[in-house]
C-alpha cells in the first residue's frame, strides 16, 4: 500500500503569480446559470463561434490518414511558408519562412520568447492596463516586470519618453508592445508604434509585439513590428481573429540569430505543437471570407455598445479602437470594480471583468466589457445595464 503523503513537496516560491480574476467571475456566473439565471457573458476574451469550416473539412479529412505524429519542432513546413506569406498579404513584407516558429497557442510564444532572450533577473517593461500574464509569467521565469502607467494622454500607450525614463532609472532589457491591447482595445498609430521600437532598439532594449488581436481592427489598420524592425520578436495566435482559442495554436516571428534557441528550447519544452492544430491552421487561411463576416458582427457589436452604453449609463470609456475589449471606467459608481461586477452580475445578470486583474495601480475604477458575443447580448446587456443602473440603490442592495 501507498504511505500518506508527508507533504514534502510545497509549491515554490517562483509558483506564486497571482490567480486570474475573470476566472473566477466566471465561475461565479455558471453557478448562478446552474440556478436557473440567465447570465449575458461579457468576462471571457474570446470569439463566440468556432474555427473557420475550412480548418474542420482539413482536420476531418486528416483523420482519416494517420498516424499523426510529431511534427518538425519549428512547425509544419507547408504551415510556416502559409504564415510567411500572410505577411505579404497584410503588410506587404517579405518574411523569410525560417523565422517562424509554430507555437502552442501564443502562451508558449511569450515563454519561449523569454527564455530566449532574457536571464533570470533582466527587468522586462509591460504597460498597465495590461494582460496580466506578461506580469506573471515573466516573474514565474525571474525576470523583473516593470510596470509602465500609462493614461488617456498618450492614447492609453506606453511612449518614448515613458520608457525612457524607466531605462534611465535603472536599465531594461525588454519590452511589450501589445496593439490592439487587452484589455483596453486601445491602439498604437503606425507612427508611434515605429517610434517607441525604434528608440527602444536604439538604447538597447529587446522588443516583444504582442500581435494577436491583428485582423481585428475598426479605427484604422494595425501596424506590425515586423514592418519596423528585423531584430524584434513578434508573437500572434490562431486563438482571437481565426477563432480557434481551444486549438491552442499560435506562432512567433524570430530574428535570424535566435531561431536556433527557440528551437532547442521547444524541443526540450514541447517537442512539437499539437499536429492536427497545425493542420486546422494552416487550412484556417482559406477561411477569411467567413472571419471577415465574424469581424463584421464584432464592428456592429462595438457600433451597438458605443451607441447604447452611454445611454444606460457607462458614458466614459478609452477609445475602443480594436481586439473585442471596452474599457469602461465605473469610478462615478463605485472604486472597487471587484465588488460593482460581482454586483452587476447577481443583480443584472451581466458578467463582466473587473480591471483589478489587468492594472493593480488603477484597476479598481474599472471594468472590461468583451463585444465578442452575439448581437442580441449586446442589445440585452445595454437593457440589462441601463435599469440596474437606473435603480437608485442599487450600490445598497
Ligand atoms: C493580449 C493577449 N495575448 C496573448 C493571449 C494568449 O492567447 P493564446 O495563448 O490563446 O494565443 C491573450 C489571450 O486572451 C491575450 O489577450
Redesign the pocket.
Known amino acids: 500500500m501507498l504511505e500518506k503523503a508527508r507533504g514534502l513537496l510545497r509549491p515554490s516560491a517562483r509558483s506564486a503569480v497571482p490567480p486570474f480574476m475573470v476566472m473566477d467571475v466566471m465561475a461565479a456566473a455558471a453557478r448562478l446559470e446552474a440556478q436557473g439565471r440567465r447570465i449575458v457573458h461579457m468576462e471571457v ?2 470569439p463566440a463561434v468556432g474555427a473557420p469550416a475550412t480548418a474542420i473539412a482539413a482536420v476531418r479529412a486528416a483523420l482519416s490518414s494517420g498516424p499523426h505524429g510529431y511534427t518538425e519542432t519549428l512547425g509544419i513546413a507547408s504551415l510556416r511558408r502559409r504564415i510567411a506569406r500572410a505577411y505579404a498579404e497584410w503588410h506587404g513584407i517579405d518574411i523569410d519562412a525560417d523565422r517562424i516558429v509554430v507555437t ?7 515563454m519561449l520568447a523569454f527564455l530566449a532572450a532574457f536571464e533570470a533577473s533582466d527587468r522586462v517593461a509591460v504597460a498597465l492596463p ?2 496580466p ?2 506580469r506573471h509569467i515573466l516573474s514565474a521565469l525571474g525576470c523583473e516586470p516593470v510596470w509602465i502607467e500609462t493614461s488617456a494622454d498618450t492614447r492609453w500607450s506606453m511612449t518614448m519618453e515613458t520608457l525612457i525614463a524607466q531605462h534611465r532609472a535603472r536599465p531594461l532589457h525588454g519590452v511589450i508592445i ?1 496593439s490592439p ?3 483596453t482595445g486601445t491602439m498604437m498609430t503606425a507612427p508611434a508604434l515605429a517610434e517607441l521600437i525604434r528608440c527602444a532598439e536604439d538604447a538597447g532594449i529587446a522588443v516583444i509585439s ?1 500581435e ?2 491583428h485582423g481585428l481592427d475598426y479605427a484604422f489598420a494595425a501596424e506590425s513590428a515586423a514592418r519596423v524592425s528585423a531584430d524584434a520578436i513578434i ?1 500572434n ?4 481573429y481565426f477563432c480557434m ?1 481551444g486549438w ?3 506562432w512567433m516571428v524570430v530574428p535570424p540569430q535566435l531561431v536556433r534557441a527557440v528551437e532547442r528550447l521547444q524541443q526540450n519544452l514541447a517537442i512539437s505543437v499539437p499536429t492536427l492544430s497545425q493542420i486546422a491552421a494552416e487550412a484556417a487561411f482559406d477561411g477569411r471570407a467567413e472571419l471577415e463576416k465574424v469581424k463584421q458582427g464584432y464592428e456592429e457589436n462595438r457600433r451597438i455598445l458605443l451607441e447604447g452604453l452611454p445611454r444606460a449609463g457607462f458614458n466614459s470609456f478609452l477609445p475602443v479602437d480594436g ?1 473585442f475589449y471596452l474599457y469602461v471606467d465605473v469610478s462615478r459608481f463605485s472604486t472597487d470594480s471587484f465588488e460593482f461586477a460581482t454586483r452587476m452580475l447577481e443583480q443584472a445578470g451581466v458578467a463582466a471583468t473587473p480591471g483589478v486583474d489587468f492594472d493593480p495601480l488603477h484597476g479598481r475604477k474599472f471594468l472590461r466589457l468583451c463585444y465578442a458575443g452575439a448581437r442580441e447580448d449586446m442589445r440585452e446587456a445595454i437593457e440589462r445595464i441601463g435599469s440596474w443602473l437606473s435603480k437608485k440603490n442599487w450600490l445598497k442592495e
Not at 495566435?237 to 482571437?240: N, V, Y
Open positions: 476574451g474570446q502552442t497557442g501564443s502562451s508558449a510564444g511569450f495590461g494582460y500574464p506578461y501589445g491591447a487587452n484589455p504582442d494577436i488581436y508573437i495566435s490562431f486563438s482571437k482559442t491552442r495554436i499560435g481586439a
